[in-house]
């Protein structure tokens, strides 16, 4: 599955947005009608609700409650082999430069303690959907535009349907098993935690999913939350499902640590493994370097980050072919649309150019998805 279109449309109706917000701002006490593509509206003063129609012309409508909303009417239809037509939603934080009313996101994820949050759904047969909670992270505390890490709980899929990208093994989080998928859908990256059977309800700590999606090399605690959403994507029909109730709350001043013990994960069938070659090229104040990454198991990789240490005095300055972020001297590099599958034997290969205060040397040490690999 993917879905680039959706933000793609988002950002590119950014003043359409604006519009609507003032025709459709402020609290809602009874309940409202949203038809407009892109209307949203407040409730609770605290979370915002958004039809967020952005893969079809046809009609798309939601009631509001004053907790959460349904979707009354859904016209739209899209194949099961692409991208959803839609994605209604309730959020907290900022979300393409709406925010929230009085929040406290972007934070650090290294500033947050806890973020305790509860789901509740109404689901529907006769349509193809999923049920989705999304995490959206970031290397900055961005407030608008897509952001590079997304995090998806899948709590019910109806009909031939899969997350983006393909499975990398299991995980134990908030009492139950996830079959978790990894990949990237030519905007960002994405981590999906699939519940084998549908849940309708649930209370758990995001802290918990992000803290495994780190343990995955995919962020670091320096990274920031910067929106959490729950809603659904449909394919075919869809009237008739509801979030019922929505909560959350961002907690800070701990260490962004989840308080339950890292849950333990399973790899995928196949063995995996990688190989860095890593060929720099210095000067007196700068320098320069390649880095190719394979893929030395006998799976898939699809969405790569490659996660190392650079030395004191190295700052990097400008990269291609790939989305590489330093924060001090920890270094993420992760793949861009074209360059994120890895076949077994594959390589892909991306650099950068950087300035050097003292004597130039590389780093040796490489995670690639929280694997370590081998130096070549």
């Known amino acids: 599955m993917k879905r680039p279109l959706r933000a793609l449309a988002a950002a590119g109706l950014l003043a359409a947005g604006t519009l609507v917000a003032v025709a459709l701002g402020g609290t809602a006490s009874a309940d409202t009608q949203i038809c407009e593509q892109y209307g949203s509206t407040v409730i609770g003063g605290k979370y915002v609700v958004q039809n967020n129609r952005w893969g079809t012309t046809e009609q798309q409508c939601l009631n509001v409650t004053g907790s959460g909303f349904s979707i009354t009417s859904q016209r739209g239809s899209?194949?099961?082999?692409?991208?959803?037509?839609?994605?209604?939603?309730i959020f907290v934080g900022c979300h393409y430069?709406?925010?929230?009313?009085?929040?406290?996101?972007?934070?650090?994820?290294?500033?947050?303690?806890?973020?305790?949050s509860s789901i509740n759904y109404t689901y529907v047969g006769g349509a193809i959907y999923d049920a989705a909670y999304d995490i959206w992270l970031d290397p900055s505390p961005k407030r608008d535009?897509?952001?590079?890490?997304?995090?998806?709980?899948?709590?019910?899929?109806?009909?031939?349907?899969?997350?983006?990208?393909?499975?990398?093994g299991n995980a134990n989080i908030a009492g139950r098993s996830w079959e978790v998928w990894r990949g990237n859908n030519g905007g960002n990256n994405v981590i999906s935690y699939v519940a084998p059977s549908a849940i309708s309800s649930l209370s758990f700590d995001v802290l918990d999913f992000i803290a495994d999606t780190r343990n995955r090399g995919a962020i670091t605690n320096s990274w920031y939350l910067t929106s959490i959403q729950a809603g659904f994507e449909p394919w075919q029909g869809g009237a008739g499902l509801a979030?019922?109730?929505?909560?959350?709350?961002?907690?800070?001043?701990?260490?962004?640590?989840?308080?339950?013990?890292?849950?333990?994960?399973?790899?995928?069938?196949?063995?995996?493994?990688?190989?860095?070659?890593?060929?720099?090229?210095?000067?007196?104040?700068?320098?320069?370097?390649d880095v190719q990454i394979t893929n030395t198991?006998?799976?898939?990789?699809?969405?790569?980050?490659?996660?190392?240490?650079?030395?004191?005095g190295q700052q990097i300055t400008g990269s291609w072919n790939a989305t590489v972020t330093q924060s001090g001297?920890?270094?993420?590099?992760?793949?861009?649309?074209?360059?994120?599958?890895?076949?077994?034997?594959?390589?892909a290969?991306?650099?950068?150019?950087?300035?050097?205060?003292?004597?130039?040397?590389?780093?040796?040490?490489?995670?690639?998805?929280?694997?370590?690999c081998t130096r070549r």
């Open 97 to 116: 430069t709406n925010c929230s009313p009085g929040t406290n996101l972007p934070v650090q994820v290294s500033q947050i303690s806890s973020a305790p």
């Open 329 to 347: 001297s920890a270094v993420t590099a992760r793949n861009i649309g074209h360059n994120g599958t890895l076949a077994p034997g594959g390589t």
């Open 243 to 289: 979030v019922n109730s929505f909560s959350q709350s961002v907690n800070t001043g701990g260490g962004g640590n989840p308080t339950t013990p890292p849950p333990t994960t399973t790899p995928p069938p196949g063995g995996s493994g990688c190989a860095v070659k890593y060929t720099p090229s210095s000067w007196n104040n700068g320098f320069t370097a």
């Open 297 to 312: 198991g006998s799976s898939t990789i699809n969405g790569w980050t490659l996660a190392y240490t650079l030395p004191s």
């Open 349 to 372: 290969s991306f650099g950068y150019q950087g300035t050097l205060s003292g004597t130039y040397s590389s780093p040796t040490n490489f995670t690639l998805n929280g694997q370590t």
């Open 145 to 168: 535009g897509v952001n590079q890490m997304e995090i998806m709980i899948w709590f019910n899929r109806q009909g031939s349907i899969q997350p983006i990208g393909s499975p990398v």
């Open 78 to 89: 899209a194949p099961t082999n692409g991208a959803p037509v839609s994605y209604p939603s």
